[in-house]
């Protein structure tokens, strides 16, 4: 057996050392083994965090710990879904004339960004005479809004306007369609004119989708651009995709 130089502490003396020096630092905060044993139970099986002592410390930290991981999961979950928005405006006015029919007549593009835009692209549609329309990049809950306003003309016809938001797949097949219709009536003091407004939710399985407006009427019209009266705004509400497709019960009969 090898002899240690005369000072050299044994391997089993360092250990034991190391022993005594670690469980006194430990025990030093708890008035006896029963407090330690009692701060453990309650930590473990849920009655509170650790008591008085050198573990407190470490319970206290793992606690700010925990806090701050579920502060960064639930904004995260809050910010998750919103990875797309953008808002628009027309730059031009848009009249509508008997031509309403052709390809991209009906169509007000919004082609003015107004703020950041993140996950929704300005893109031309060689459908609509090279428009402007919106291109969602991702899937997921999207939410439109659109605004504009007629003014009617000294030609006679019908006083209803409509304005319909349309997406459309990437295929060029129309997806989904949301509709509203106002009459300009002029009386009661009126001139014909009248905002319309519009507001859609809808989900899509894939990016590529596109967002258009489109605006019909029974006599010429003009449509307002500009910041004041026109608008376009997207934004996504969430990466889910539940529940998605149209419905359609049918027209409803008519009265009488």
């Known amino acids: 057996m090898e002899k240690l130089p005369a000072g050299q502490p044994k391997n089993q003396d360092i250990w034991g050392t190391f022993k005594n020096n670690w469980f006194s630092n430990i025990f030093a905060g708890f008035a006896d083994i029963g407090q330690m ?44 879904g919103i990875i797309g928005y953008g808002s628009w405006v027309a730059s031009q006015n848009l009249f509508i004339t008997f031509d309403q029919d052709d ?15 993140v996950g929704v692209t300005l893109v031309s549609d060689p459908a609509l005479a090279g428009k402007k329309v919106q291109r969602l990049d991702s899937k997921g809950l999207w939410q439109v809004l659109a605004q504009t306003r007629s003014r009617s003309t000294g030609f006679t016809g019908s006083a209803k306007v409509y304005m319909d938001i349309v997406v459309k797949a990437p295929d060029g097949s129309e997806y989904y369609r949301r509709s509203m219709d106002q009459s300009a009536i002029s009386n009661n003091g009126g001139d014909g004119e009248i905002t319309l407004s519009n507001n859609v939710f809808f989900t899509t399985p894939g990016a590529g989708y596109t967002v258009r407006v489109d605006l019909f009427t029974g006599r010429w019209r003009w449509f307002y651009g500009g910041s004041q009266w026109s608008g376009l705004s997207v934004l996504k509400h969430s990466s889910e995709v539940q529940n998605p497709g149209t419905v359609d019960p049918g027209a409803p009969p008519v009265a009488g």
């Not at 650790?50 to 470490?58: H, M, N, Q, W, Y």
């Not at 390809?103 to 835009?117: L, W």
């Open 37 to 80: 044993l009692g701060d453990l139970a309650n930590a473990f099986l849920g009655g509170g965090g650790f008591g008085p002592g050198p573990l407190k410390s470490i319970s206290d930290k793992a606690m700010q710990d925990a806090a701050y991981i579920f502060d960064l999961q639930n904004r995260a979950q809050v910010l998750e």
């Open 103 to 117: 390809p991209g007549m009906r169509t007000m593009s919004f082609d003015r960004q107004v703020g950041p835009s």
